[in-house]
């Protein structure tokens, strides 16, 4: 008898003693403070850079300054006002740019850059993408300076020796031919 009630013992301490299984805690504890923070320095750079781009259009009253519905201006050095087809999904686009501080020094030039060839929305193509969603305004033939705040643009990175970080740039486009894809046509 005292040896079942040393082993009931036993059995008991030993059911009683287990535990379930204890989920881990993170060794560090965020409070999501990054990330408040850094929509507010990015909201502040925004409004820096949309000054910048509306002192440039109050200085130059000369050209007539479009808002698109993507975050940035632009205004037409050469318009078609016939052509009603744009660039859309799937069409291939050649076109050539250059790429200006909004002091008009120029950081690329056309011919740094050449002739580029585009295929609407599908090329991973290393293309800043103001001008990825410029091109799709473009009739054939027009020619667009395009002024981007520095999120469409080359952002955070910079242009490698040549830009700095944060600068809103302009951009002037020219779309020398669209190639319809043939469910476009």
């Known amino acids: 008898m005292s040896r079942n009630i040393i082993l009931y013992s036993l ?9 379930g299984p204890e989920a881990r805690r993170p060794v560090q504890s965020t409070s999501g403070t990054f990330i ?5 320095r990015n909201k ?21 300054y479009l808002a698109s519905k993507n975050g940035f201006w632009y205004y037409y050095q ?9 660039p859309q999904f799937g069409d291939q686009v050649t076109f ?8 008009g020094n120029t950081i690329l030039s ?10 609407i929305d599908q090329t991973h193509q290393e293309l800043i993408s103001g001008i990825r969603d410029g091109i799709k305004l473009m009739k054939l033939g027009e020619t667009i300076t395009f002024l981007f705040p520095s999120y469409m643009a080359y ?11 944060n600068v809103p740039i ?3 486009v020219t779309l020398k031919s669209i190639n319809q894809k043939q469910e476009n046509q």
């Open 155 to 165: 952002g955070y990175y910079g242009l490698e020796n040549k830009l700095g970080t």
């Open 36 to 40: 408040k923070e850094s929509i507010e």
């Open 11 to 19: 059995l008991g301490i030993f059911i009683f003693s287990c535990k």
């Open 110 to 119: 056309e011919s740094d850059l050449g002739l580029q060839n585009y295929t």
């Open 44 to 64: 502040k750079i925004y409004e820096q850079d949309k000054s910048k781009i509306f002192e440039l259009m109050e200085a130059n009253p000369e050209h007539t």
């Open 170 to 172: 302009q951009s002037t």
């Open 78 to 86: 050469q318009q078609d006002s016939i052509s009603v087809h744009t």
């Open 96 to 103: 050539s740019y250059d790429i200006r501080d909004l002091n």
